[in-house]
């Protein structure tokens, strides 16, 4: 019973001390969050095209469907295709942007 106190001043001691130590606050902050932020759009604009892509090189080498244009198609193709590349280009920026501000 006489130890009791003796045993909740070190504790004390601890959280009352702990309290007092604040996380440094990353300064940083805003421009990690809109890097992060950028990547989703990015992907969603590369995965759209390259399916759109896809899908038009299926059709123009594919047998069984005679294509009008086939000219077109290929422009058409290679408009998608470079697209895409932009949006890829997009996404690398951004998670080189996110590696240089986390790496600080």
Known sequence: ???????????LVCIASAQEVKAPRVENL??????????????KEYNEHMN???????ERFNPK?????P???????VGH???AREALLSE???????????DY
Do not use: Y
Request: hydrophobic share 55%; glycine share 0%.
């Open 71 to 77: 000219d077109a198609k290929r422009r058409e193709t």
């Open 52 to 58: 759109a892509a896809d899908k038009l090189i299926h």
């Open 81 to 83: 295709l470079k697209a």
């Open 65 to 69: 469907i005679v294509v009008a244009d």
């Open 30 to 43: 805003p421009r990690i969050a809109r890097a992060w932020n950028s990547i989703a759009p990015a992907t």
């Open 92 to 102: 690398l920026e951004a998670v080189n942007e996110l590696i240089e501000e986390e």
């Open 1 to 11: 019973m006489k130890l009791a106190p003796f045993a909740l001043i070190p504790l």
